[in-house]
């Protein structure tokens, strides 16, 4: 089973909003990623969660507050949203180990739009 | 240098035929490769993924890892309209994170 799941699908906020969008994955991987991904571009890396600690956190700005509550959840907290923000929010999860080199596989996604 | 390059396309096959996907990427580090196919409005999909060099064959996809030359390449045989899609090539550079390429579009024409 390579299911990682994620709600909502959709999401409209407003930008005085707080919002979270949830990530599950019963694989047993132990590690854990947010993407942004819009529309005709490549996903990009926001955050990393390994064994349920922050890794890597790519210069996001604050109003994205991930956490992981244990191995198999994700969450990205969200508040004071900028319209630019709005895209498809990705959640990804892999295996660890060394050199890292292991497959990621992604859930369907929160299609989010900031108004 | 982009760490990784893809022709945006469209590419364009009739039904039946081999379609050829390219990437080359600039960090010799690298040890590991995958093709994810994304339709459009949903998520990418892994589909293939390659460590040495040489050809790996899964089912009608083939791909093919050239690391001297910093060159892998995604072979769909026998094309159907089905794999109209982006495919986008990505690797684990230095950093440990997982880069990807622009994608290239696909269209197989009936």
């Known amino acids: 089973d390579t299911e990682v799941t994620q709600t909502p699908k959709h999401l409209v906020m407003g930008m005085t909003n707080k919002k979270s969008l949830k990530c599950e994955q019963h694989m047993g991987h132990r590690a854990m990623y947010w993407y942004k991904q819009k529309a005709k571009k490549p996903p990009e890396l926001m955050f990393v969660?390994?064994?349920?600690?922050?890794?890597i956190n790519e210069s996001v700005p604050s109003r994205f507050s991930p956490e992981c509550p244990n191995s198999s959840l994700l969450n990205l907290h969200l508040h004071a949203l900028q319209p630019e923000d709005s895209a498809l929010y990705l959640c990804?999860?892999?295996?660890?180990?060394?050199?890292?080199?292991?497959?990621?596989?992604f859930g369907p996604g929160t299609r989010l739009t900031v108004t | 240098q982009k760490e990784v390059e893809q022709n945006s396309g469209p590419l364009s096959v009739p039904e039946g035929a081999i379609a050829s996907l390219n990437c080359t990427y600039s960090?010799?580090?690298?040890?590991?490769f995958f093709w994810y196919r994304q339709y459009s409005g949903k998520s990418p999909e892994l589909i293939m993924s390659?460590?040495?060099?040489g050809d790996k064959e899964d089912g009608r996809f083939t791909a093919q890892l050239n690391k001297a030359s910093q060159y892998v390449s995604l072979l769909i045989r026998d094309s159907q309209p089905s794999d109209s899609a982006t495919y986008l090539c990505a690797f684990y550079n230095a950093g440990n994170m997982l880069t990807f390429g622009g994608g290239t579009r696909l269209m197989v024409k009936p």
């Open positions: 969660y390994s064994y349920e600690k922050l890794s």
């Open positions: 390659i460590y040495s060099n």
């Open positions: 960090d010799r580090v690298s040890q590991s």
């Open positions: 990804a999860s892999s295996q660890v180990g060394r050199g890292s080199s292991y497959e990621q596989y």
